[in-house]
Each structure stands twice: as C-alpha cells, then as structure tokens.
C-alpha cells in the first residue's frame, strides 16, 4: 500500500544532541513537507521541498536542516541549536507542488529531551 | 500575517445533533481549503476540500465557503461518538506552491 513512514515513532534526545527523523513515500509524490505540532496549537511549517535537491524554509527552520536526495525522501535533522525540541513532528507529501491539492500525513515522531 | 483561525473548543454536541465548526482566515486571495480530522496522538487525515463558494457535501460531512466574509464551515450531521476528535482547518498560502496553513483545532466531543 502507498503512503508516508516516518521513524521512530518515539525519540529521546539528550541535551546538545543533533536527531535525525525519517520520511519515506511511496506515493510518487513531488512535494514533501516537515510540520511541528505543540500541544493546543496548529501545526507549523518547518521546511518543504517542491523538487528533488530543492527545499525551503518555512516559518520556524531555526534549529533545523533538512535534505532531499532522492524523491521519496525527506529527513528532518533537530539540531542542538533548537532550544525547544520537546513537539510532535508530522511529515507530509502532495502530488503536487503548486496550489490546490491536501496533503497525506504520515503518522507522526513524538522527540522528547531528556 | 497570514492567519486561520479557530474556536479552540471543546464543543460539546450530543450524539446525533449537527456539530458545526467554523473558520476565519485572513489571506484574501486564498484558493484551497481544507479540513482535516485529527484523533488524540494521531496524524491529521484530510476529510473534505473545498475551492468554489457554496457547499460541498459527503456523506455526514458538509464543507461551506464564503470567500467575500473569509470563512470557511464545516458541519458533522448526526454526530457519533467516534466523530470526537479535533478538527483542523487548513488554508493555502496563495504564493502558487502548495503550503497549507493551519488553523489551532476546535476539539469536538459528541456525547452519547
């Protein structure tokens, strides 16, 4: 069946650590995006990517890096420079990159500091 | 600033009753909207669209777009405590590549 991965499912990370949190599609899709959750709030864009060796900031990328190698991948690196890490990070993929079309969500990473 | 905004809730409906949910954005010329349903510790799972004035209906689901007050609705008929979730608004960014804005939530709880 087509749709997004995204591992682990619960990450914990140590003070002045750097994490990386996978995405993978199977959807063929072009656009892929990276959203942070906190609780009571909406989610906001932290990167996306329209085109392969292509990706832009979003509203909050401070802290973050991302990068597009192959299509059907999207990894989101949470730096020790994010001061604020502890989120539900949701990774998303359209078919297309312009105007018009929802996104399909994959079912989330929960990172923790500890 | 680009803004969606949403009751944040709880809206409390019986079971069977018509929820409805509503929400504002700022952007004037947005295109897309969208509504999505999200289950505590899930993922969000898109639900309707909506792109033209009027209603859009599917099932129990009704999307409503009113472009010249900037609102967009969505009304759940016959609620079922299943449909107790948080609903998230999202509008597209209207600068030509698909970047959705979300709206906070209104977290819907249907009682039997």
């Known amino acids: 069946d087509g749709g997004i991965t995204q591992s682990p499912k619960y990450l914990f990370r140590k003070e002045g650590q750097n994490v990386t949190l996978s995405c993978e599609q199977n959807?063929?899709?072009?656009?892929m995006y990276w959203y942070r959750q906190d609780p009571g709030q909406g989610l906001r864009l932290i990167y996306y990517s329209q085109i392969v060796n292509d990706f832009q900031k979003g509203d909050i990328a401070e802290g973050y890096s991302v990068s597009r190698e192959k299509k059907e991948s999207f990894p989101l690196t949470v730096t020790s420079a994010q001061k604020n890490p502890t989120a539900f990070y949701l990774c998303?993929?359209?078919?297309?990159?312009?105007?018009?079309?929802?996104?399909?969500f994959g079912s989330g990473t929960r990172l923790t500091v500890v | 600033q680009k803004e969606v905004e949403q009751n944040s809730g709880p809206l409390s409906v019986p079971e069977g009753a018509i929820a409805s949910l509503n929400c504002t954005y700022s952007?004037?010329?947005?295109?897309?909207f969208f509504w999505y349903r999200q289950y505590s510790g899930k993922s969000p799972e898109l639900i309707m669209s909506?792109?033209?004035?009027g209603d859009k209906e599917d099932g129990r689901f009704t999307a409503q777009l009113n472009k010249a007050s900037q609102y967009v609705s969505l009304l759940i008929r016959d609620s079922q405590p299943s449909d107790s979730a948080t609903y998230l608004c999202?509008?597209?960014?209207?600068?030509?590549?698909?970047?959705?804005?979300f709206g906070a939530g209104t977290r819907l709880a249907v009682h039997p």
């Open positions: 952007d004037r010329v947005s295109q897309s």
């Open positions: 959807l063929n899709h072009d656009a």
């Open positions: 999202a509008v597209d960014n209207t600068g030509g590549y698909n970047k959705l804005i």
């Open positions: 998303a993929s359209s078919i297309d990159p312009t105007t018009g079309y929802g996104y399909t």
């Open positions: 909506i792109y033209s004035n």
